[in-house]
């Protein structure tokens, strides 16, 4: 691939994201298109009103990038959470390296590179990528000491950076901890693996044990039940019930009078909690005809403890229970709307196998990954493949596409690499889908991109999977297409509470993968920073727009995804040093490769450091946190109602909630949900 052939590339890639993004500040401003746009707006009720005809509407406008890059991330905190800031701060420090990168690389490395070797440079726009990498430097060259130069100083950039970063981001998660609302989560252990009994209930297990041996701090308990068929039929059923009001109130607040609608609201809000609040599930289990020995094998091994304050939940989460490991597992409890029941379900010792079968499975993944990827590649270097098999030139001339890149190039950078990229994504796609937070996908990814070590590669993967993709996801065509069936041809409307939440798990991967690309090959192929950059500007200003207009914010971890956006920046400097280490050691170059060792270790202690530092943070909590929470929660007099409504917080026959999807109770137990819910 050529110069030539790379800017085609680039430039129909340019060209489809301005057009894409022409269209999305066009079809925002129509009226229709607001809950494909603004359904975070929507759903608070804070979107304006666009019924006017107006002219303006149909005219491209750069205003949504004015007030995306111009919000801050205390406004991004308040509307979106922790994790909407960590996320967007890896795009901060993204930007804030690769700029460095593109200055030392593109006026240090990329001179070097081309005039590495005594040769013939023909115009420009017909070299080939290759004159620009470090394949061009003879061995032994005198001039690889800048290449370690400039791999040094974007390695203590990035020290630097990760640093404030990362120091910044365990600031705003103390805060987040200190001044969040009392959670049913902070006050509860999840149990799991409870030794079934030979006589009695495992209700009375977790009773006798817990007021044996947590007397003064345990309060209460609730059973994980494995219900059937019939019991999903009636939550359904109040489910749909529950919307009904829903709408019937949002109804009634454009006719009826404040004071009598919040009335109809309370009544039936009590109304419903009466319903769950009266009957127990023995109640239930009579309703549906079943007798006491079958609730006792539909109990679980598993259930929800609820202790006095959240020093005890947390000392009883971290403490071993029992001196069998396998028995009595605890955990902090995840916050109500997150409980997905079904899993609840599963034996303890069940999930040792499940973990394993799901590595092996990604590693099988893995190595399907290099097949047909490497064959595509093979396509796109044709020329190659008839030096390397002699026999195959006959076969090849035969072929239209060899004929194609004889004459154009173009046609090289349209067809094969388009082929190449999507058949790239769609596969890595497969492997952000099982791991939330990409915990699994990165290894996966990282080994696949290690397959295919051609820059012209990365490249047009950085233009294809990179700048179509932000454009796409600001476009929304999916949701739009969806959006006009729905409204226009099944005259449905719009529901507010239908809006969905940002996909962390597939886009932190996707930032993270391009930052390995960076980092392995900025001295190696500087030609790439100029296009991660624009990817990085680009993605910071439409990432930003959808956090504020298009998602809600339905799970929230802290900012959780920090250290790992952490620990995958050092693998990647790492890596690229590891890799410079090799080709310096390819070319001949002992003193370029003795200086890359320091780097090496120096890499290790940082980690370290910052593993010691800051890591606890994002994984424990600290006791004197915790305790100044209880103390003024006593000192206000909130506890008593804190422990009230903990026995109502996981309820797992709820309407919210059924035998295979997460509760979808409020986080907070501060405030009446069903009140709130009903007259929402």
Known sequence: MNIFALLTSAGINIGICALLLSLYSVLRKQPGNVSVYFGRRLAEQQNRSLDSFSLERFVPSPGWIVKAWKTSDEEILASAGLDAVAFVRMLVFSIRIFSIAAVVCLFGVLPLNYYGQYRHHVKIPSESL????????????????????????????????????????????????????????????????????????????????????????????????????????MNDAEKVYKKVCLKANMMDQKHCPLKYRSGLCVEAANTSQLSHDEFDLSAKNKDLGLSDSTTKLQECAAAFVFFKTRYAAVIASEVLQSSNPMSWVTDLAPEPHDVHWSNLWI??????????????????????????????????????????????????????????????????????????CVLCQCLIWIYYQPAKYHIESEGNTYTACQSCPKATFFITYVLTSGWASLSSEAIRLFSLIWNFTKKYIFGRKNDPTSVPSFPYHTEVPRVLLFG????????????????????????????????????????????????????TTI?????????????????????????????????????????????????????????????????????????????????QFSPDSDSSESAEDDGSIARDVDVKDCSN
């Open 130 to 233: 290759d004159v620009f990498t470090i394949a061009n430097v003879e061995q032994g060259s005198r001039w690889l000491w800048v290449h370690c130069l400039a791999l040094y100083i974007i390695s203590c950039s990035a020290y630097v950076l990760l640093y404030f970063e990362y120091r910044r981001i365990a600031q705003m998660r103390l805060i987040h901890i200190t001044q969040s609302s009392p959670n049913p989560s902070h006050f509860t252990v999840l149990v799991r693996s409870i030794p079934w009994p030979e006589e009695g209930s495992l209700s009375d297990v977790v009773h006798n044990f817990f007021t044996k041996y947590h007397a003064s701090s345990y309060l209460s308990h609730q059973m994980i039940y494995r219900v059937g068929k019939v019991q999903k039929l």
């Open 347 to 420: 034996p303890y010792r069940q999930l040792w196998f499940r973990r394993i079968a799901t590595r092996l499975a990604s590693i099988v993944f893995m190595f399907l990954f290099i097949v047909p990827v490497t064959f595509v590649q093979g396509l796109s270097q044709l020329d190659q493949l008839q030096q390397a098999f002699p026999f195959l030139k006959g076969i090849l001339k035969k072929i239209v596409l060899s004929r194609w890149q004889e004459k154009k190039h173009m046609l090289q950078g349209l067809v094969f690499y388009y082929m190449e």
């Open 516 to 567: 390995l690309l960076g980092f392995t090959c900025a001295i190696l192929a500087p030609l790439i920073l100029p296009f991660l950059l624009v990817y990085f500007l680009l993605g910071y200003v439409v990432y930003r727009n959808q956090i504020l207009n298009v998602y809600v914010s339905k799970y929230e971890t802290g900012g959780r995804m920090w250290p790992i956006a952490h620990n």
């Open 571 to 651: 693998f990647s400097l790492l890596l690229a040093q590891i890799i410079a280490l090799g080709v310096f050691g390819v070319k001949k170059s002992p003193v370029a490769s003795g200086f890359v060792i320091p780097l090496l270790i120096f890499t290790l202690l940082f980690s370290e450091y910052c593993r010691q530092r800051f890591r606890p943070i994002f994984e424990k909590f600290s006791a004197q946190d915790l305790i100044e929470m209880d103390k003024e929660d006593e000192t206000c007099g909130r506890m008593d109602e804190i422990h009230q409504q903990l026995q109502s917080a996981y309820r």
